[in-house]
C-alpha cells in the first residue's frame, strides 16, 4: 500500500493490462512445488537452496544486473512446468492477483514455439493458459486476451514456420488474440522478423514487440516502421527522441511502460527516471505493467503505487493513464465502452467523497 492520500482510488481504478508474461509469475513456492510434484531436481545454484532463499534473492535490489542476467534465471525454470494442469495453475497465480489490484482486462504474453527450453508442447501451455482464461472470464469479473511472444534471439525462419503451421488457426479462430516479440534487443533489430509480421498483419491480427528497454529509440523507431505494430512494449527510451515522441503522440501509439521492472533490471535507478511525466506532457500515450512480477516483486496495483509515490500524479491525470490503456486495448468496442462506464462510475463517486469533505 502506498502513502498517497490516492491509494483508495488506485486500488479501485479498472485497470488494463497489456505487458504480463505469463512465465513471468512463476513465483518461488510454485516453482518449488512444481519440482516437487515431477520430481526434479532444482538447479545447483545456492539460491536455489529454498523457496525462501529463492525470494529473498529476487527481492535484494542487486538480484539482477541487466536484462539478460534475469533471463539467464527465468530459462532455467521453464521446464518445470510439464503439464496442462501446471500452466494453468500459473495462469490463476497470475488472474486470481491481477482481479485483487482490479485488473479489469488483461492482455498476457506466453512463449511461443516448442524448443529445448520448454518443459512441454505448445499445445499443452495452451489448453493450460486457455482453461485459466476462461475461468477468470467466468468467475473473476476479467476479459482476457492471450497472446503467444516469440523470441528474437530464435531464428526468424522457425517462428515463421511455427506461425504457419500451428499459430495461425488459434488466430483466426479467436483462441489467440495477437502477437508478441520479446528477450534481448541489442543485436536482433526488428527487421529480422519483417516477413513474421507482415504475415500476421495480413491475417488481420493484432501486433506488438518489445522495443525501448535496452536499444535506443532508434529501435522503436524501427519497430513501428518495420514490424508495423499498434503497440510498443516497454518504449521507455523513446524519451531521447523529441521527434519520435511527437510521432507517437500524433500516431496514438501505445507504451506498455512496466515501472518496476526497469528498476530492477537497471535501466533506471528509480521509479522517478522513467519518463512517465515527460510522456503525459507530450502526449505519448502509455499504459502501466508489471512485466514478470514474480521475479521483480511488482505485481500491477504495486506498480501504479509506485507511479504515485514518485510523480505525485493527480486524479485527472490518472483518468488519463486509464482511459488511454482502455482505448489502447485489443478487445471489442463493446467492451470498451463497459470499462470507460466504470471508469467514470469510480471517478465520479472518488469525486464526489472528496467534494463532501470540502
Request: charged fraction near 25%; proline fraction near 6%.
Amino acid at each position: 500500500m502506498c502513502k498517497s492520500p490516492l491509494h483508495p482510488l488506485l486500488s479501485r481504478l479498472p485497470k488494463c493490462e497489456h505487458h504480463i508474461h505469463l512465465e513471468g509469475c512463476l513465483t518461488p513456492s510454485l516453482l518449488f512445488s512444481l519440482a516437487a510434484r515431477h520430481n526434479l531436481p532444482l538447479p545447483s545454484l545456492p539460491i536455489y537452496a529454498s523457496a525462501a532463499v529463492l525470494q529473498a534473492h529476487y527481492s535484494s535490489p542487486s538480484a539482477f544486473t541487466n536484462l539478460q542476467s534475469f533471463l539467464d534465471l527465468f530459462g532455467l525454470v521453464l521446464p518445470f512446468l510439464r503439464t496442462e494442469a501446471d500452466y494453468y495453475e500459473l495462469g490463476m497465480t497470475y488472474f486470481r492477483r491481477a482481479a485483487e489490484d482490479g485488473v479489469r482486462h488483461t492482455e498476457v504474453f506466453f512463449s511461443a514455439l516448442d524448443n529445448p527450453d520448454r518443459g512441454a508442447p505448445f499445445e499443452v501451455s495452451l489448453a493450460g493458459y486457455k482453461k485459466a482464461a476462461d475461468e477468470a472470464r467466468k468467475s473473476l469479473n476479467m476479459s482476457v486476451v492471450l497472446v503467444p511472444c516469440f523470441l528474437r534471439i530464435r531464428p526468424a525462419e522457425e517462428a515463421i514456420h511455427f506461425y504457419d503451421n500451428t499459430l495461425r488457426k488459434y488466430l483466426l479462430d479467436g483462441t489467440l488474440g495477437g502477437i508478441g516479440l520479446a528477450a534481448t534487443e541489442v543485436g536482433y533489430p526488428p527487421n529480422l522478423f519483417r516477413e513474421l509480421y507482415a504475415r500476421a498483419k495480413a491475417d488481420g491480427v493484432p501486433r506488438t514487440a518489445h522495443g525501448g528497454e535496452e536499444g535506443g529509440p532508434e529501435l522503436v523507431s524501427a519497430t513501428l516502421d518495420e514490424l508495423d505494430v499498434s503497440r510498443v512494449d516497454h518504449g521507455r527510451l523513446a524519451e531521447e527522441d523529441e521527434a519520435l515522441m511527437g510521432r507517437l503522440a500524433r500516431e496514438g501509439t501505445l507504451l506498455t511502460l512496466c515501472p518496476v521492472s526497469n528498476v530492477k533490471l537497471q535501466g533506471v535507478k528509480s521509479v522517478s527516471e522513467m519518463p512517465i511525466r515527460k510522456f503525459l506532457d507530450r502526449g505519448v500515450r502509455f499504459s502501466i505493467n508489471c512485466d514478470d512480477p514474480a521475479y521483480f516483486g511488482g505485481w500491477t496495483l504495486e506498480c501504479y503505487c509506485a507511479v504515485q509515490e514518485a510523480f505525485g500524479l493527480s486524479v485527472a491525470e490518472w483518468e488519463r493513464i486509464c482511459g488511454w490503456s482502455i482505448e489502447g486495448s485489443w478487445c471489442g468496442e463493446e467492451r470498451k465502452g463497459e470499462l470507460r462506464e466504470e471508469l467514470g462510475k469510480v471517478l465520479g463517486e472518488w469525486r464526489e467523497g472528496e467534494a463532501v469533505k470540502v
